[in-house]
């Protein structure tokens, strides 16, 4: 069966109501809407899409502001927090990367004995031997690195983790477990210091 036709008819009355009727199917709807709130309506239709985009903005901005806010607090906690962790490693790089120290009045030492520095990160021997020569080498052993020990009497570098032996001008491995020489350094005496340079 096909739908009944539906008849739209417009009236005026005299009070300036406009009156649509629909017929459809024998049964008649009756509507109306006067020319005031038809007015009003079309101007919410209009004045919507002029508000959308400046509440669009306003939004952005504040969002704007908040993530700068965010950045700027999320900057001041970490910068402090990276210098605090990364200031031990920046000074043991700057520290390793020294290559020549000076010993004030390290030319005092007496004949036959030693004297323990750091040389950089690491501890270091400075020997005056009996004869009145220098040597200064590494103070760290090269078995499992602990810190060997000059014995004067026994004109001898001991490490006594594990009683490896080295020569005290030298450095050389003498006896014990040690795989490897001390490292060598060079040294130089002025009056009132002794400088120790390596390589
Ligand atoms: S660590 Fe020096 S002999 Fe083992």
């Known amino acids: 069966m096909s739908e009944p036709e539906k008849k739209v008819a417009l009236t005026t009355t005299e009070a300036g109501v406009a009156t649509e009727t629909s017929v459809a199917g024998g049964a008649s709807v009756a509507t109306e809407a006067d020319g005031a709130t038809q007015s009003e309506e079309t101007e919410q239709t209009e004045a919507m899409p002029s508000k959308a985009p400046e509440e669009m903005h306003r939004r952005a901005f504040i969002y704007g502001l908040a993530a700068m806010a965010g950045c700027g607090y999320a900057a001041a906690i970490g910068y402090p927090v990276y210098r ?116």
């Open 84 to 199: 605090y962790l990364a200031s031990p490693v920046e000074k043991a790089a700057t520290a390793a990367a020294v290559n020549e120290i000076s010993l004030p009045k390290a030319d005092e030492l007496p004949k036959g004995s030693a004297l323990m520095f750091k040389f950089g990160t690491a501890p270091a021997l400075l020997i005056h031997h009996a004869d009145d020569t220098w040597s200064a080498m590494s103070a760290v052993c090269t078995h499992l690195a602990c810190t060997v020990q000059y014995e004067a009497d026994q004109n001898r570098i001991y490490c006594g983790c594990h009683s490896g032996v080295y020569d005290p001008k030298t450095g050389a491995n003498v006896a014990g477990p040690p795989p490897r020489p001390l490292t060598l350094f060079k040294v130089t005496v002025h009056p009132g210091s002794v400088t120790v340079t390596r390589g």
